[in-house]
């Protein structure tokens, strides 16, 4: 089992920068691949970010690229997304995700990420 806690979202106006992070807990950390979606109201929950068990191969949504980073810290088990020049667009919730099934490949399919944290909302005003 892989427990997920997300923290750091808030509100914040268009063109700011907000962090939020994701601590992981239960299996060893260093050994599946981690991701970030976010879900709008009435929208399908959609990828944003993804990065290997070494964190060495990233990915990103083509709306994010550029803006947004992704990171992970294995010595205190936390994966990150920085995320620059917000857009109003960018109000989500914003989940992470662990993948222990394919952890050599950044995954964008959220149907291919096993547990999954309770999500933290990001709000971006005009």
């Known amino acids: 089992q892989v427990q997920l806690v997300e923290s750091g979202g808030g509100l914040v106006q268009a063109g700011g920068s907000l962090r939020v992070s994701c601590l992981a807990s239960g299996r060893t950390f260093s050994r599946y691949g981690m991701g970030w979606f976010r879900q709008a109201p009435g929208k399908e929950r959609e990828f944003v970010a993804a990065?290997?068990?070494?964190?060495?191969?990233?990915s990103y949504a083509e709306s994010v690229k550029g803006r947004f980073t992704i990171s992970r810290d294995t010595g205190k088990n936390t994966v990150s997304l920085q995320m620059n020049s917000l857009e109003t667009e960018d109000t989500a919730v914003y989940y992470c995700?662990?993948?222990?099934?394919?952890?050599?490949?950044?995954?964008?399919?959220?149907?291919?990420?096993?547990?999954w944290g309770q999500g933290t909302q990001v709000t971006v005003s005009s």
């Open positions: 990065t290997t068990w070494s964190g060495g191969i990233t």
């Open positions: 995700a662990a993948d222990i099934t394919n952890p050599q490949t950044p995954v964008v399919l959220p149907r291919l990420y096993e547990y």
